[in-house]
Structure formats: C-alpha cells, structure tokens
C-alpha cells in the first residue's frame, strides 16, 4: 500500500481557491477537472456562489473528498491543507511556487508539519498537477493536458512541465497514460511513493522515470528495483553537464552526481535514455513489448528499403546491439520468399514490399538466434498492408516495428499495429530507441535472475593505512599485490633487493603521503644496488616499499566510496589521464552480484583496450567482479573506512595485479 | 548550369512502361505523376490503349518530353533510355533495381553509355525516385509522396527510402520541401550535381544532405563549399559502425571513412548531425533562420517551464553552446517583467507565463551577447498567446521556438509561427537541434571567412628518411624538434653526449626501422657515459640517434596522409593507447587556413587535456594551426610522399615540440 489512493482514485474532488475569473490559477485548475467523473467541489470562502469550505462541501454532497487540489498563495497552503485534512481528505496536490525553491523553506515546512500532524500525503507544491486519463481526473493548470488518451504508460517526473512535455509526446507517438505526475518541489510525495503505487496499478504496464535530484538513493534503487522486476521502467536522468545552479533554482535541490545515479538507476533495472524523445521511444515500446530475460538477445532486422534499413543497422551496431548473421535454414527460407537481388543475411532486405512481407517477418523471427524482430517499411497502402501481413504472425515471438509516411497513412498503419499490440517508431532512429530499449530490459533483467553469492567478509582495522598495510587488506580480500618488503632502514632495502631480485619498484612507505609519484617518491626500474642507493638518497631517510616490477599490461582504477545519497558505491575506470579528462567511469552501489560487476567494464568508452587491443590480454569479467565486490565489501562492512581505491589494477597476460592501493577512513 | 531542369522542370514527361495492373511499378508511377501540372504521357509499346514509343508521345500531344520515367527491368532499361532521347527527353529517372547493387555491372554499364552517347542526365537506377511539390511533380512510386508540401528544404539522399522517410519527416515538423531525391546507384546523377542545381534554386534555402558514400570526394567537398556559402547545408553522414557489407549490397559502392567524410563535410561548410530526427529539427530551422558569422554565437534561453528548460539546457551545454551569463541591464530590464521568484540570470524562467511573454523575450534578446533567443513553453492557449507575443518581435534578433502541449494546440501555434518566419521544435531536444544547428552554421561560416595566408613550401627528397631526415624536414617547415646528433659510431655517441648534456634519449637510426620502440631500439634519460654505454650494447653496432630529452607534458599525435576518396588530408590526434582505442581524431583536407586548422583540436572527446588539465600546459591553438598546415602542404606539394607523421608532438610549457616523426613516400 502506498497510500496514494486518495491522490490518483479520489471519491471526491475539492478544488481551494476555486475562483471564476479565468486568469486565476483557481479557474484553470476547476476546468480541467470539470471533466472528471466524480464529485467535484469549487471552495472559496471569499466568493459566495462557491463552498465556504471544504467541509460545507462534504455537507452539500453528501459524498467524502479524498483529494484537495490547494490553488492559493505559498503562505496560505499549509492553513488550506490542514482544513482539507480535517474535512477528511486524504490526498492534496499544491501546485504554487514561492516554496523552497525561491527561498522560502518556512513556507514548505509549514506544509510538511500539515502532513505529519494529518497523515494526509502531498504532491507538490510546485507543480502543474497530475493527470489520470482513464477516470479524466485532470489535475493540471495546463487544461488541454485532457486530450493525452488513457493506455499503459506512468510517467513519474520531476518536473511538471516534463511531466506534461513527456505525457503530450506520447500522445504525438500513439501511446496513451496510466497516471503522469509532476513532482515539482517533494515535500511529501516523491518518486518512490509514485512507484510504489504504480507496482500494483493494473493500468500501468511500463514506467518513465524524469530525475533531476535525488534525496534518499538506497529508498529510491530499491523502489526502482521492485518495479522493474515486474513492470520496464526507464530512466532520464538530468545534469550530465553543468546545469546546477537553475537546476537549484527550479526544485531547491541540489543536483545529484548524473553519473552515479544512472549507474545505480540502471543497476536496479532501469533502462537508461538520452533525451525526452527517446525516453517516449523506450517506454513506449516496453509498454507493449518485453522480451525475455536473455544475456545478449539477438536481434533480427527486415526491412522494405536498404537506407533507412542503413541507418537503423548503424544505430544498433553503436548501441552495442546484436544483429547475428541468420541461420543457413533462415535464409533459405528467406531466399524462397525473395527475389535473389536482396540481402538476406541479417538485415534482410525485402526490396519493394508486397504480399507475402509478414511470411519473410515470419522466417527471420523463427531463426534460433533472434529474439526480436524489427521491420521498417514506408507505407504504400497499394503494396504492402502492414497491419494484415504482420497480425498473422502470433506464433512468432517478439516484433516492433519503424513505418514512413504522410501522417494519414502512418496514422493508420500504427493505431492499426497498436490495436494488435505492436510497438510502432515512425523513424528509424525511433525504432532503434525501441529495440535499444527492449534487449536493454532483458540484459538487466537477466543480470537480476543471476543471483551472486555475497563477498568475503575480511576485518579491516581502523587507524591509518600505508601502501603496505592497504595491500596487506587486498592480500586478505584475495586481489593479487606484487611480492613486496616494507624496509626500515637501507640495510633491510638492500636485502629486499638481494631477495626479490630486480628490477624493483622503491616508494616511500608512509600513511600521510596519498600522492607517491608527485612528490618524487616512487623509483621504478631499479636492478642494482647502486642504483638502490641513488634512489634511497633521494627518497632521504625514511622508511620505504621494495616491491617485485609488474609487467605491463592495460591499467585500470578500482575503487570503493561513500555517496552522499547512494551510500556505498564502486567504481571501475581506465588508467591514465585521457580516461580521467574523459571521467569514463561505470559506478554501482554496492553490495552488487558478480553477474553485475561484471557489466561494468562493458560500459566504459574505452572498453576496446581490455579485449585484447593490439594483442594485449584480454580481461576476465569474473575476475575484475570479485575484486569490484571485494571492495564494495570493504565499505559495507567497515563503517570507519571512507574509501579504498586501487589505482593502478594492472590487468596483464597472467590477470590483474594491484600494483598500488589507498585506504583512507576516520582513525577510529 | 547544372543541366538539371530537364529532370526538375521537365516541360513534358513520359512514363515508359506504364501499366494499367495497380501492382506494377508502371502503374504506380503513373498514378503519383498524374498530378503532375503538365503534359504526361504514358508509355508502352505493348498496350495499345498507351502510346507506343515516346517519339509518338511527343508527336501526338505536340509538346516535348524532358523527362523520361523508366519502369522497365534492368536488362531494358538503357534501351528505354536511349529511346527517349532520341525522342528528345534531356532527363530520364530510371528506379529499377537489379544494376551493380544486384552484380548486374553490365545493366548499369549500358546506362553510362547510353548517357555519354546522348547527353541526357540520369537518375538512378535503384531509386524511388523524387519530387518538386510545387510543380507537383511526384517521381515517385510512394504515391502519398505528393502528400508532403512545398517549401525551403531540398533533400539529397543517396536512399530513395531516405530521401522518403526524410521528406515525410519535415512534413510532419511542419516544413516543406522545395526538392527531394533519392540518388540511388548514381550512375550519373550524383550529389554533387544537385547541389550545383540547389545552389541556384530560388526555391530551396537550406540542403539536406544523407551520404552513403563518396566517389569524388574533392569534388563533393567544392559543391558543398559554394553551397553552403549561399544556403546552409546540413549533412548526415552513415557508417559510424560496421556496415559495410550491408552497404554495398545496398548501392553497389564501398562505404567511405565516416571519420573523413564527416571531417571533410564539415570544413566545407556542412553542419554534420547524427540521425534522420537531428536532420529534420536542424535542417528545418536553418530553412527559416540563418545567423550572421560569428567565431562563437551566444544563446539565450527562456522558458515558460522550468523542467523542460532545464532538458535544453543540458544538452546545449553538452554541445558546446554558449549560454552567457546575461548583462546586469538585462537582467534589471528581465527583472521588471517577472515576479521575483524565478531564476533570471539565462535561462530565464518566467514562471506560469502570461501576458508581456514576449516582452521577457526582446529583452533576452536585446543582450548585446545573445546571438540568438531560444524559446520554450507548453501551449497553453487560455494563458498564453505564443504567436502573438512573438509577432512583436520584429526588432529583435534570430529566435527559435519549441512548444510542447496536444496536437491540435501544437499545430495551431507552430503554423502560426512558420508564418511568421519562426523555426519552432516540438521538444526540448528538437529546440536544441535547432539551436545547436544554427549556432554550427555560424560558427562554420565565420571559419570559412577567416582567409588564410598558404602554408610555407619546403622541398622535400624523394628517398626513405630516417628519424634525423624527417625532423630536418620538420626544422624546415618551422617545427621545433629536440636539439639532436646522428652519430655513426660510439665515439660520435659519447660526444654528443658531452655535448647535449644529460639526459638524453638513444634511438636507432634507420629508415627501415618504422617501429623502434616495439624493437627495444629506444632508451630514454640516459645521464652517463656509463648508462649510454650499455644502451648502446644493447642497440648493437648501428646508428643512432643521441637527442636532449623533452620536458613532460600532454602528447599529441598530428599528421598527413593520402585518403583514397578525398585526397591529402591532415589528422590531430591524442597521444595514448585510450585515445587510440576511442579513434579520437580530427581530419580535414589539405589545404586548410588557420582558422580551420585551429578548431581540429576543440573536436577532440579528450580535448580537456589541452586546456591546462590539472595545472598542466595550454594548447596554442594557432601554433598547433601551423604544423597541421605545414604536414598537409608536404603532401601537396611533393607527389612522391605517402605519408607524414609527428608522433609524438608533445604540449610543453614552451609550446610543441615533435618528440619523433616519420615520413614514408615512394623512393622516387
């Protein structure tokens, strides 16, 4: 139970500050819900043709207010909330500004005392309202919002107007809503409630998620996560560049790290997008679509022109999407049904279209290896009728399908695809944000199913940590160091030496220098003992690291910190300064399975470099996992520790090997 | 003179193999010309209810034929072709397929010849053909192409299917076309011909551009340079990823480097973009608003909505776009139309708009660093008239709009807006294509009119040169090199020692050797005649290279080479593994002007390194202008050099120096 019934299934409807001069907010919020199919009761004290009260107009009626639509100034709300509240409403939606968001955190607070005091729940203030299509409850300023038709998709935004943007581009694109809700400034209601919600709403088959700022992470991933498991959700995350300070303006909030909460976001199950328009393309498609989960589905393509089918072939191939070449029996199956001119291999290439298009769907989706169809054609009504070559293939599994067009034509064609439950792009960038999307939800879903056993437990002391006690805990976690002697004097250096043989690496041994090589203090390559001593001159009298050489190899940085929202997260990037100017990092919360640790080098821009590039070794996921869940561990475990960072983690031919490792935390 | 019209304003047209079955190509092509507002004559020697031949056809409607339409199979079509012209057709457009994309060679062979004995202009074969809507003129065997309006947007696809799906796309944004072709084999008609036929077209005001491949691409490049100086030139380039194979099935030719077709495009004046939704939002708003040339236009955004502009603001920010901070009269000026609560300082959020919206608009506007007003706000018709509000605008500079709300309200406002000359997106990312296309034109055409001074000639050998060759050569050019001794034997070694002063770095010294590094040939910080020593046992007896090692610093690579399409071109590049695995690279054509060659670099992903990266040196744009200009005037002027290459060219505190370079070329 989420207790937001009297929100989104009100018996009643009280607008507060209902007013009938239509400039006022009060007038345009009472004529979008003029449309609603319940009781709806205009208050105003002031206008004696309207309710005094809430509570007259529970009178009047003779039928209970669940939900009060407040359109007063800030420094009245919390007064009409309360009178709401105690007239027995359970659900109130704010929509001014003048709350936190412009410098008036009293005025919020007001509000939320309302709501401890009451128990009622708050959506709001600061928003443009919510809409419910399917009982035309249209609580929104913006009255034409009545015109989005009901259908699967629930919108969770941040903002009221993307709400509202988000809910009128799914309209455009044929799609409909189950519930879309601005969340504007949160002081009650947030993003997790809304999902809560929408985890048992029927109507709602897939979720759009719009994220400006994040309070609690840990609340939001597993809400994220509870719904994802049963219902797609996708993701738009805002503030990839630097937007903080009007983002701040907007909600009052200060923006979360983009980068953390899309990989924290993803690891709970959320398919990410770039932009509102993808964002209509992936929910859209999962809202009738969802593939099984499947570590790589394979996808096939078949298209009535070669360009367009180019363009959504490029597009896949850059979103990491496999098109697997078909079987020697699909083709020919393919080769019966087409003329010889066409490619057939994967895409297929029907050449113009006509009778018989849905047999050629049909052979490409049976292939073994494909676990989704995506059909592009123009629409030529006189050759190809798209909706009655494709509805004949129930036995065949999963399709989506990219139409060109006059308007008509493509109006026709998708309502009738829709009708049958085919997702429809009307572009082939359109179609390849559906496919991206679709094979995207089945990675992560089948990445959930892989259930990980939990990570080693290992005591981490508190105090101060030196290189040599930081590689004693990876010792203990199981994360290979090379052979190394911590050396109090020159003498024991020298022995070092003479035991490890060279050459060696020389560092300063000390937990108060985090920054070894900037200051001098790391000598590599020494093979002799003169020019051990040289080294240790310079390093003057202290104590030192003699450590075995690594061979080279391709360096990466792990690490393990605690996030302000998220908590514990880990980290896995490329060495070296472009990867850092790049900031290519994957980050996931943790504690994380190995199948999900695994994921996270796939993610980085450079990720070529760790499969072999020029000849180099090639990475074993599982082994880069258990050294990213070791450490994750790390954190989870030792409340003292603040962060444990490797860097470099030389992946060379004989695997990976530490070859430097910070830990700093509180001294206990 | 293109020699076009005869395709694009024919006086009469012939179809040639109409048919009266509605399945076949003939019939469907005659049914998309009959709007045609001119003679049309039906065609085929085997209906006696059509003409015979075109001869009769021209004799008995006592008009000429310019265009034949040819809807016979591949193994005729030359024939049909020759026929017409002998009819007097200057313009034929042939669709069939089955030429070289199918390995049919020959077919297409004879259409050449047939071309070149008579002189019409071909189009196709392969295609679906094209359109001219304010003729009516619909070539096209999508019938409901006729559906898409006349307008300013001409359309060069090398698809048919694109250059539908494009045409259909602008449509439904509310633009128009003026031309739209689908190129196919290109036989004869290529891109570059309607580009000569666009540049003088009153009609069209901006060209969209969708590349497959490239068969001259200097050529190109010169067509798109006069174009894009007249009219803005948007281009979409395929082949990011791997699909070759797919590609030549398609038209029958090899896909060209995306990278240096792109490059190319590019510094001829194109504003390059990266899907078919990206091309209509950019070329649909240059169509109506172009900005004067400006090194680096500043945009200012209002918003009627917080959230939605917040969308917009990220991604012009993750494109580069300057958002100044607005002046202090601006923001007093924006101060006296707002209610205080909304952020001011650009964007500027008006809050819930009203009346005096346009107002907050001129006043952006009028900021002596805004170039351009970006516009943003739901249709909200009881509250806000967009239309008019902006129609006061006439003293303020270029704006651009996006609108969000139903379809029916978005409709009504954005024709009103067209009318009024306003580019308008119906999404925060299509209202950031817009801008982000038209800040790119203005930056491209400044580029072109910053003239450049010619790249100083130096002579270079024919002959193999080794490592101290190729930096004379560099010396020669103006390149700074490390002060450098080529010695023969260890005694010239050890003097040069003497002389340089320690360290120094030790290479082998041979033209053959290409890669020292990977052979061990290379010792570096050598500070003694004892270290030396051993380092030159180890090269064994052989020439080397003694040279004053550089101080540290960002390592770039930059070179010039020979590509096969569009001839010398010059690279920038980050030095590293992950820059290489990223191909983070820069290309242009030689030769290049300063400005051009400057801007390489601000292309680069990892481009933050050159700009004082953690207190690390600058990048002087201007020097690094003028290595990239010398290595490409090398190859412009010296036939016999393949290749020449500065790796690395490192970023020192005292400017670049060129730590290694190598030059290989034919031995005369």
């Keep these: 139970m989420s207790g937001l019934d009297g929100l989104f299934t009100p018996r009643g409807v009280a607008v507060i500050g209902a007013s009938r001069n239509p400039a006022k907010l009060g007038a345009v919020m ?106 035309k409850l249209t609580a929104s300023f913006v009255p034409s919002a009545a015109d989005v038709p009901a259908g699967g998709v629930a919108v969770v935004a941040a903002s009221g107007g993307v709400n509202h943007a988000v809910s009128f581009l799914l309209a455009e694109a044929g799609y409909g809503v189950s519930v879309a809700v601005g969340l504007g400034n949160a002081a009650d209601v947030d993003a997790t409630d809304v999902l809560d919600y929408l985890l048992d709403d029927p109507a ?138 066409t490619y057939q291999a994967n895409p297929v290439d029907t050449g113009r279209p006509g009778p018989g298009f849905g047999s050629v769907v049909k052979a490409v989706g049976g292939d073994s290896d494909v676990d989704l169809v995506a059909v592009y054609a123009l629409t030529e009504p006189d050759s190809l009728d798209l909706v009655s070559e494709l509805s004949q293939l129930e036995s065949v599994g999963p399709t989506v399908v990219g139409v060109g067009g006059s308007s008509v034509d493509v109006g026709v064609v998708r309502s009738g695809l829709h009708e049958r439950g085919f997702a429809v792009g009307t572009s082939p960038a359109a179609l390849a944000h559906a496919v991206r999307a679709l094979v995207e939800d089945a990675r992560l879903a089948h990445r959930r199913d892989a259930a990980g056993s939990a990570a080693p437990f290992v005591e981490v002391a508190a105090g101060r940590w030196d290189e040599d006690q930081a590689k004693s805990v990876l010792d203990a976690l199981g994360i290979r160091t090379p052979v190394r002697v911590a050396c109090d004097t020159a003498g024991e250096a020298h022995a070092a030496l003479d035991r490890l043989g060279g050459p060696v690496a020389v560092k300063i041994l000390d937990a108060a220098v985090l920054h070894k090589t900037e200051i001098g203090g790391v000598h590599l390559g020494i093979r002799g003992h003169g020019d051990l001593a040289d080294a240790l001159a310079k390093l003057g009298d202290r104590r030192v690291l003699v450590e075995a050489m690594a061979p080279s190899g391709v360096d990466l940085i792990v690490g393990a910190r605690r996030d302000p929202v998220f908590g514990p997260v880990v980290l896995v990037g490329l060495g070296g300064t472009t990867a850092e100017a790049l900031a290519d990092v994957a980050v996931r919360a943790a504690p994380l399975s190995v199948a999900e640790a695994s994921s996270m080098p796939d993610e980085l821009l450079g990720r070529a470099l760790l499969d072999g590039w020029r000849g180099g070794p090639v990475l074993d996921r599982s082994e880069l996992a258990e050294v990213v869940r070791a450490l994750g561990q790390v954190l989870l475990d030792a409340p003292h520790v603040d962060e444990i960072e490797i860097n470099p983690l030389r992946l060379t031919r004989d695997g990976l090997i530490a070859l430097d490792a910070v830990i700093t935390g509180k001294e206990k």
Tied chains: 1, 2.
């Excluded at 009472?30 to 009178?59: F, I």
């Design 30 to 135: 009472a004529r979008s819900l003029s449309t609603y199919d319940g009781p709806l009761a205009l208050v105003n004290s002031r206008d004696p043709e309207l309710h005094g009260s809430v509570e007259e107009a529970v009178d009047v009626l003779g039928a209970p207010i669940d939900l009060a639509v407040v359109c007063v100034p800030a420094p009245a709300s919390a007064d009409a909330v309360a009178e709401a509240a105690k007239a027995g409403a359970t659900a109130a939606l704010v929509c001014a500004g003048g709350f936190a968001e412009a410098g008036h955190p009293e005025h919020q607070q007001a509000l939320a005392d309302v709501v401890e005091r009451y128990g009622i729940r708050l959506l709001g203030p600061n928003t443009s309202g919510f809409l419910v299509p399917s009982r």
């Design 204 to 341: 709602t088959t897939a979720v759009a998620l719009h994220i400006e700022s994040v309070a609690d992470g840990s609340r939001l991933a597993a809400a994220v996560a509870r719904v994802s498991a049963a219902k797609p959700v996708v993701a738009l995350v805002v503030g990839r560049n630097d937007v903080g300070e009007f983002a701040q303006s907007h909600t009052g909030a200060l923006a979360t790290s983009w980068r953390t909460t899309r990989g924290v976001l993803r690891q709970a199950g959320a398919v990410l997008v770039d932009g509102e328009r993808q964002l209509v393309d992936a929910v859209g498609a999962l809202s009738m679509t969802r593939l099984a989960p499947a570590a790589d589905p394979g996808v096939g393509v078949v298209t009535a022109q070669a360009g367009p089918g180019l363009l959504l072939l490029d597009r896949l191939r850059g979103s990491e999407i496999r098109v697997p070449t078909l079987s020697d029996a699909t083709q020919q199956r393919v080769a019966e049904l087409l003329p010889p001119m």
